[in-house]
């Protein structure tokens, strides 16, 4: 028998005890070990520490039970927001953990203060791109050789 309509092409899986908490240092070491596991290039432990002492940034973890499944990292300018990064771990990719993560974003936003959400990603992180754009992020530009390694980014933009 055909469901037709109703048919799903993905199980849906149901992420209970999960919530948002702003990051403290003392997360440092648990971000780090995700960091370094899901970018060639990860960010070194003074990079993280600037980002705690800027006041303009913001460190935002999704924890599920119990322990950092991601992170998602921004950076206040006067009319736009920018995201420095977001990664969430490995075996826990492709839940909706990214998404929700955006979501939360999302709804902490005063919306007279930033009306874009802005961010470069390395032209190579295709499932990245494809991510953002499902969310509804466009292409806007792309920064040649923006990377040490000489790789361009592009730019994309959410509009808020
Ligand atoms: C990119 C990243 C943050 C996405 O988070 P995630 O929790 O895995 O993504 P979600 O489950 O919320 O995905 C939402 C939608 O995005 C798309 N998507 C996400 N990952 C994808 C992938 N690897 N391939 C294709 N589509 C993908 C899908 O449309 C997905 O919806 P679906 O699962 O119902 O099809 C995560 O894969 C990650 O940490 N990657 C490594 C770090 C990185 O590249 N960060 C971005 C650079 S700033």
Redesign the pocket.
């Known amino acids: 028998m055909s469901w037709g309509i109703f048919t799903k092409t993905?199980p849906t899986i149901r992420l209970i005890n999960t919530f948002f908490k702003e990051a403290t240092r003392q997360d440092i070491d648990e971000i780090l070990t995700i960091e370094q596991s899901?970018?060639a290039t990860p960010w070194s432990r003074q990079k993280l520490l600037d980002s705690f002492s800027n006041p303009n940034a913001h460190v935002q973890l999704i924890i599920h039970n119990e322990k950092i499944a991601?992170y998602l990292i921004t950076l206040n300018s006067i009319d736009f927001l920018d995201?420095l990064?977001?990664?969430?771990a490995p075996q826990?990719?492709?839940?909706?953990?990214?998404?929700?993560l955006l979501d939360d974003l999302l709804q902490r936003l005063e919306p007279h203060n930033a009306h874009a959400i802005l961010?470069e990603?390395r032209i190579s992180?295709v499932?990245?791109i494809?991510?953002y754009q499902?969310?509804g992020f466009e292409l806007i530009d792309t920064r040649e050789k923006y990377y040490s390694n000489l790789e361009d980014a592009k730019i994309l933009r959410l509009l808020i």
């Open positions: 993905k899901v970018f991601g995201i990064t977001l990664a969430i826990m990719q492709r839940q909706g953990l990214g998404k929700r961010l990603v992180n499932s990245a494809y991510f499902q969310y």
